[in-house]
């Protein structure tokens, strides 16, 4: 080894280096600092298994050692010390004697400086690769934590979901009105700012539908018009539907989301499906998530809708039913089988219990004849019937009208009899009186024979003249034409057809001294004249008066028929010229008179009219145009 | 004047003849259309009294099928009590000259009214 001169420092100025050399001394070394042998300004350095031979005295230097100058900078220092391996430097100051000691502890220090640092070094190396490892550790352990926690979340927030969809189907159960389905829409979407408030199509017929929508909490329906159909996917943004919804609400609309509502009763035909609509601000990117967020509330809302759907078509039927049923004009029940009333309508009377115990076809209570029908319902066909569907028909009136039926035929039955027998009765009458008449000539006409003679004449004249008027009542079935006639003649020919009827009363007749001339059906205006009459007289039950007057008011006949019965009270007074209204008996009278009087009177271009107080008897009054003297 | 007077009603024929003879005319009676036929050519009469409604052959139809020569210048008064179905029209048209709606008010009114039809001519 070569020498190295170095010039070292003196502890007096004490360089950067120094405190290092202070550690340096406690290092392991091979070489030792023998100041024994220090020149004055040099570090010698010797292996450390030279050191006794130095001790000694029988060392040389031949070994190259490190001559430490004073001046280095720590930098020089350690650059020496790597290239002299295991070499030592020391102050050799003024050739202290401890020097050596210090060298020696330097010596020391050094190596074990060395030692520690690279067991530092190789610890640093472990600790760092144990650090690494840590940390992978803890990252695999912080990895999985987060894993854990997110795991753990994710499922706690399924189960609140879970939770919270079985809150809303349960809230969806105990609605009773689609009007409630709004509301709890609503609720269960707020957090969805960009959605406005819902609205509910409902389709009820081939063209129409009905629109839900809330104001404030309340929800509105309106019935809306016009084609709708629904597709089975969710549309968003379709013009049509915001067009639509403008039209229904009046109001501009913006951009529409419409979901179907598949309901299990329009699964077939999704395009009846009801429709939840939304007005939004939606942008696309939050169009995903709150469609799959409200797809799962979707399937809830539509079968709660399509039970509330069918409830209310069930009502609603149930109600038309009702409807229906109170409605029928005849009575109609459901009894049970002991004839019990399960349901009856308006028109069921406690009269008509006895009604499933009667095996005919008609049931009759009071005046009122019911034709009865019974109808069975059982469960099955096998089993005896739970209960009956009666109905009843009032057949009183088709009864009344039958008889009326009958009551013509027979009058005109009669009529056509009464004038053949008119007719056979003339030809022989027509004889009788014409050879009276001559027999007459041929007596004398004081004696008593001409006096019998001329009553047989008057009587047989008598004769003639009610097979006349008879004749001319009976021409009811043939045309008879309108002509000018007397009023008070036509009267006159009438009233002996009703002796039997006012025989029983006194009687007042008086018929203007004028003639009145009308034009009338004559036979026709007899019947009038004979209904009223014939009225008057059954108006009256025991004794009374019956008037019958004539008279001219301006350019009116008026013909007055006037009775002392019982009157007629206001309430009647406006139906007795109904057809069919009859106070009579069954069987007596026909409720046509009146009525047919009336519709004569005024086909005559006339009147007829009724005054009556009850208690005070009645007038009919006739009036006529009169027609120029002819 | 000789009068045929053609009815089924016995009393109208008694009473017309009586009253027709009483007025100095020779008057025949036939009881229906057909006797009526005979009686009207083998006593050709200056004026028939016919009724309408008659079993076996009616006045009208009786008019029908009169020979023309028979009938000549025969007066004809049509009779009826059934007034609705003939009236003076029909009955010229049927070749009679005169209506009489039955029942007569008076017998020999009719006489008159026959004599003043024969007289006119």
Redesign the interface.
């Known amino acids: 080894m070569e020498r190295k001169t170095i010039e070292l420092f003196t502890h007096q100025g004490a360089p950067a280096w120094w405190t290092e050399l202070q550690e340096l001394n406690s290092l392991d070394s091979e070489w030792v600092v023998s100041p024994d042998f220090l020149p004055r300004a040099s570090v010698i350095m010797i292996p450390r298994e030279e050191l006794p031979r130095v001790r000694r005295g029988e060392l040389s230097f031949s070994k190259a050692y490190i001559i430490v100058d004073h001046g280095w900078t720590g930098q020089n220092l350690k650059r020496a010390l790597q290239t002299v391996k295991g070499a030592l430097f020391m102050d050799v100051g003024d050739g202290v004697p401890e020097l050596s000691k210090v060298v020696q502890v330097a010596l020391t220090r050094q190596l074990e400086k060395d030692r520690n640092s690279r067991l530092m070094q190789t610890t640093r190396l472990q600790n760092r690769q144990i650090e690494e490892l840590n940390r992978g550790l803890e990252q695999v352990v912080l990895d999985r934590t987060v894993n854990e926690t997110d795991s753990r979340k994710a499922s706690q927030k399924n189960v609140a979901k879970v939770r919270e969809i079985i809150g809303f189907i349960k809230e969806l159960t105990q609605l009773f009105d689609i009007a409630d389905l709004l509301p709890a829409i609503r609720r269960q979407l707020k957090e969805y700012h960009s959605l406005d408030t819902p609205l509910l199509f409902v389709p009820r017929g081939e063209a129409f539908g009905d629109l839900y929508y809330l104001r404030g909490s309340q929800t509105i329906r309106t019935r809306v018009r016009g084609e709708w159909v629904a597709s089975p996917r969710i549309r968003v943004n379709e013009p049509s539907d915001s067009l639509f919804l403008a039209n229904a609400m009046g109001r501009p609309f913006g951009k529409v989301i419409r979901f179907p509502l598949v309901t299990v009763r329009h699964q077939k035909d999704v395009s009846r499906s009801p429709l939840l609509m939304f007005e939004h601000r939606l942008t696309a990117k939050d169009l995903d998530p709150l469609v799959s967020a409200l797809s799962e509330k979707l399937q809830p809302v539509s079968w709660a809708l399509d039970r509330l759907v069918l409830e209310q078509e069930l009502k609603s039927a149930s109600r038309d039913w009702e409807m229906t049923f109170d409605e029928l004009s005849e009575p109609i029940a459901i009894l049970d089988h002991d004839g019990r009333v399960l349901r009856a309508n308006s028109h069921w009377r406690d009269e008509f219990k006895g009604v499933l115990q009667t095996s005919g076809d008609t049931f009759r209570v009071g005046q009122r004849l019911y034709a009865v029908e019974r109808y069975p319902i059982r469960m099955s066909l096998e089993d005896p019937p739970l209960s009956w569907v009666v109905y009843l028909r009032d057949e009183t009136r088709s009864q009344r009208l039958k008889s009326q039926v009958v009551q013509v035929e027979k009058m005109s039955a009669i009529g056509h009899l009464a004038g053949h027998i008119a ?1 056979k009765l ?10 009276t ?3 007459l ?2 007596t004398p006409p004081d004696g008593q024979v001409h006096q019998d003679l001329s009553e047989v004449e008057r009587a047989s ?1 008598r004769c ?1 003249g009610i ?1 006349n008027n008879l ?1 001319d009542f009976s ?1 009811g079935g ?1 045309e008879q034409k309108v002509q000018v006639m007397d009023l008070n003649e036509i009267a006159r020919k009438t009233l002996p057809f009703l002796k039997s009827a006012t025989g029983r009363f006194r009687s007042d007749i008086q018929f203007s001294q004028e003639e009145l001339p009308v034009k009338v059906e004559p036979h026709l205006m007899q019947q009038v004249i004979f209904n009223l009459v014939n009225n008057a007289c059954q108006a009256m039950s025991e004794k009374g008066e019956i008037a019958v007057h004539t008279r001219r008011n301006k350019s009116w006949a008026l013909l007055e028929v006037r009775d002392t019965g019982p009157g007629i009270n206001a309430e009647l007074l406006e139906k007795i010229f109904e057809p069919f209204f009859t106070t009579k008996k069954e069987g007596e009278g026909t409720g046509l008179g009146l009525s047919l009087s009336r519709d004569f009177v005024r086909q005559f271009g006339g009147d007829l009219e009724c005054e009556s107080n009850q208690g005070e008897g009645a007038v009919f009054r006739v009036r006529l145009p009169l027609e120029a003297d002819a | 004047m000789k009068v045929l007077v053609v ?10 003849r ?2 027709l003879a ?1 007025c100095g005319h020779t008057v025949e009676e036939a009881e229906d259309g057909q006797s009526g036929i005979e009686k009207w050519k083998s006593f050709s009469p200056d004026l028939v009294f016919l009724d309408v ?1 008659m079993p076996r052959l009616s006045g009208p139809d009786l008019l029908r099928v009169l020979p023309a020569a028979t009938k000549g210048a025969t007066k004809v008064v049509l009779m009826s ?4 179905e003939y009236d003076l029209e029909k009955a010229k048209a049927l070749g009679a000259h005169l209506f009489i709606p ?7 009114a ?1 006489v008159r009214v026959g004599e003043e039809l024969f007289r006119v001519g």
């Open positions: 007719h003339n030809n022989p009458l027509t004889g009788i009186r014409s050879l008449q001559v027999l000539t041929e004249a003639q097979i004749l021409k043939l | 009815d089924d009603e016995p009393l109208v024929r008694l009473s017309l009586r009253a009483k409604l009590a059934f007034t609705g039955k029942p007569f008010e008076d017998v020999f009719i």
